[in-house]
């Protein structure tokens, strides 16, 4: 049986940087362990349910007092014989509640038949067009429909895959990722923030703190995460590999930097940013691309003497000139351990 977990905290919102907290407690009963940042993961419980002597309903309680216990936070958990219908509970489950899919066909086709088929997850808006306006609004009805009339409309592997996802089958496995692994750090604005340049300065801030922590615990990433929430409460998470991996602010600075731009925010109400260093390894272990450029060497040993600086005067000793004014107070700061 498979596990989507969302997590969440009474009256606010979760931040990301707890996510590693959280999938940790995850992994400590359940090993196969897909993060979802920046609130969520898919749980295999399959051996788990052995090792405890539980269905998954009731590791999902278990769960949810470890999560309540440890950090606060609640859980709304879906239950289902695949990721699929674990996603789908997920949806329909009250918040702080459990929903478990019976796994027979019959109960399957019961529980999906009446739903639209825009909710059916991996079917976006274009093509949830594409079928309603063949009168196939339904995921009951797409699940009778015939194949060849599917592919007409949406192609052939499309087709496929859409027929049995209406029918409750996804082979889709849970693939165990590093999150758990990863060290994150966000800013939450005091009030929904259009203007890009603030924007930038969080994204600066965050980017300087996760390269002195990665520093201090002599850490090095292979790729960032940036996570922008919206007014709406809505998410987007993009993902980008770096040249190298690195604990070098400015690297981390202008990765993040790029992420941000590629999403092509126009007037977005931003209510948070979170970045989050994953593929974390020891530095000792990791090979650093010589580029004979003086500037980047000045860069690195300055770094290192700013490091010092903060490790005995403390975190505000040394900042970028563009974040030493007052209106850094503006940003609430919000970074939790890494694991």
């Not at 051996?47 to 769960?63: H, N």
């Not at 063949?134 to 009778?144: N, R």
Request: aromatic share 4%; hydrophobic share 45%; net charge positive.
């Amino acid at each position: 049986m498979i596990l989507y977990v969302r997590f969440h905290v009474a009256g606010t919102e979760l931040s990301e940087a707890a996510l590693p907290t959280l999938l940790g407690l995850i992994e400590d009963i359940a090993p196969t362990v897909q993060a979802l940042p920046p609130d969520g993961a898919l749980v295999d419980v399959r051996g788990a349910e052995r090792y405890f002597g539980r269905d998954a309903a009731g590791l999902a309680a278990l769960l949810r007092v470890r999560a309540l216990a440890h950090c606060g936070a609640d859980c709304t958990i879906g239950v289902g014989a695949n990721p699929l219908l674990a996603r789908a509970a997920a949806q329909d489950a009250s918040p702080g509640k459990t929903l478990v899919v019976p796994g027979d066909p019959e109960a399957v086709a019961a529980y999906l038949g009446r739903k639209p088929v825009a909710s059916l997850y991996g079917v976006g808006p274009a093509t949830a067009r594409a079928l309603c306006s063949y009168g196939l609004d339904t995921v009951g009805k797409v699940a009778a429909a015939p194949l060849a009339t599917l592919q007409r409309i949406v192609g052939v592997r499309v087709g496929r895959e859409l027929q049995e996802r209406a029918r409750g089958i996804d082979r889709t496995p849970v693939v165990p990722n590093a999150a758990s692994r990863s060290l994150a750090s966000e800013r939450r604005f005091d009030r929904d923030e259009l203007d890009p340049v603030r924007h930038r300065r969080a994204l600066l801030s965050l980017s300087e703190e996760v390269g002195v922590r990665l520093r201090g615990e002599g850490q090095v990433c292979r790729s960032l995460a940036l996570t922008v929430r919206y007014a709406d409460r809505s998410t987007t998470t993009r993902t980008r590999a770096l040249a190298e991996p690195t604990a070098h602010s400015a690297a981390l600075t202008a990765t993040a930097y790029g992420i941000y731009a590629s999403l092509g925010l126009q007037r977005a109400r931003v209510r948070a940013i979170a970045l989050r260093a994953e593929g974390l390894t020891p530095a000792e272990q990791a090979a650093h691309q010589l580029t004979f450029d003086p500037a980047d060497d000045k860069a690195r040993r300055i770094e290192a003497v700013a490091d010092r600086a903060r490790a005995k005067f403390g975190p505000g000793a040394v900042v970028p000139g563009s974040l030493s004014d007052r209106r850094l107070s503006l940003l609430n700061r919000h970074s939790g351990p890494a694991d």
